[in-house]
């Protein structure tokens, strides 16, 4: 056996390391751009065939249609032909652990969680880890924004918004603090073990802990609306929810959970709501469109939960929703996590191949997304004077097979898209290449 000692100082070699290989983020824009000839898909439903995307300082400056406009010779001073390629803008993951965790069997690279049930002064920004290698073998399929979100208790903490292509936390930041997680309890419980399932049970509990989330939001505004005799850090906190600076995610899949939450907020006059999970949220869609209130979907690539549902309802979940007139994005959280956030491209695929059309999929990890995210005047679509964070594919984004990048921009910035695991793959096809 290893003693703890020497467990210890084999972490501090072994994790440095680890990280060493990650690549060096891109300096910032100095060189305009030029794209020309390619397919814009620009995330609010509309494309252009042949256009001209150009930005500058980090900044979209023209998208038109390369036919329609005339530009000076030396209007932008790099230009790319993608002629036969397709612009897309960057794909956003929200409720993710990204940067929170980087391998999962050691426990000191594991930060996503803190002690504790009601935790909203918790910040996840601070614990998120710019030089995760995980993060790099993400951005190869287009995924460039992230909502870094924590996990455990009751509510758990502040998430924010980064880029995926940074030094630090600092640098990373888009958006900090945008949002507050509060884990709904679930109506049912599963017993037994994940191996050997076990009966569904009601959940005895549940009017109490709703009583005390009821509890805990009506003490925070109490103290926030009068000068407090001590400072309490964890109900100052919520402020941002009770003034609309602050979106609570409200995270609930069954019917009877989304319709006591939404009660719950509206209640506490909290302003912006979004629903994360929502796998019953069809049942409650007229609720939620009369609350403006949209969803997350959690990840499309799942079976029912129940024995008589059409065994395609995941993937039809979004259809449905956007017919309802609901803002519908896609979050990826559960096994894998965060491995798995490269796959988002194609659970919108998977949208697109029952029911929605290709555009209307793309906007579920673009435009949507940034709207539920509240970073839309930002990122989510091409358009003039957002962020320009882009990228270039060989074919559809959205499928697997045609999901090639061959350019990445984050705020302007064009971002090296080798990972460890190119690097391995070049490296033996070498190898095996030699006669």
Known sequence: MISKKIYILLLAFCIPIY?????????????????????????????IENSAIGFKD???????DSKTIRLAANAYDTTIDATGKHVYPGFIAPNSTLGLVEIDAVQS?????????????????????????????????????????????RISGTSSIVQLDAW?????????????????????????????????????????????????????????GAPPKERNLIFEST??????????????????????AIQIARDNEIKKVVIVGGYEAYKTADLLQKNNIGVL??????????DDQDVNLPYKMAKILTDKGIVVGLENSGEMERMSTRNLPFLAGTCAAFGLD??????????????????DELCGT?????????????????????????????????????THQTKLNKKYKEKYNQK
Do not use: C
């Open 19 to 47: 990280i060493k290989a990650q690549q060096t983020p891109a300096p910032k824009q100095t060189k305009s751009v030029l794209i020309l000839n390619a397919t814009a898909h620009l995330g609010n439903g509309t494309v």
């Open 58 to 64: 980090g900044k979209i400056t023209l998208v038109a």
């Open 109 to 153: 690279s594991d930060d996503q969680e803190e002690i504790g049930n009601f935790n909203p002064n918790v910040r996840s920004i601070i614990a998120y880890n710019a030089d995760s290698k995980v993060i790099e073998t993400v951005r190869p399929n287009g995924i460039l924004i992230a909502q870094v979100t924590p996990r455990g208790g």
């Open 168 to 224: 630090s936390w600092q640098d990373a930041l888009i958006k900090e603090n945008d949002g507050i997680h509060l884990n709904f309890p679930s109506n049912f419980k599963r017993t037994g073990s994940w191996f050997e399932p076990g009966p569904i049970e009601a959940n005895k509990d549940y009017a109490k802990q709703i009583e005390e989330i009821n509890a805990f939001l009506i003490n925070s505004k109490a103290y926030l």
């Open 239 to 260: 402020k941002g929810l009770f003034d609309g600076t602050q979106t609570l995610f409200i995270h609930a899949n069954e019917e009877k959970q989304i319709i006591d």
């Open 297 to 306: 979907l959690k990840r499309v690539h799942d079976m029912p939960q129940s």
């Open 358 to 375: 290709k555009e209307q999929a793309l906007q579920l990890i673009t435009s949507n997304t940034a709207k539920l995210l509240s970073i």
């Open 382 to 418: 091409l358009e003039t004077g957002k962020d320009a964070t882009l990228f270039i594919s060989e074919g559809d984004a959205l499928d697997m097979r045609t999901n090639k990048l061959t350019n990445a921009f984050v705020q302007g910035r064009m971002i090296n898209l080798e």
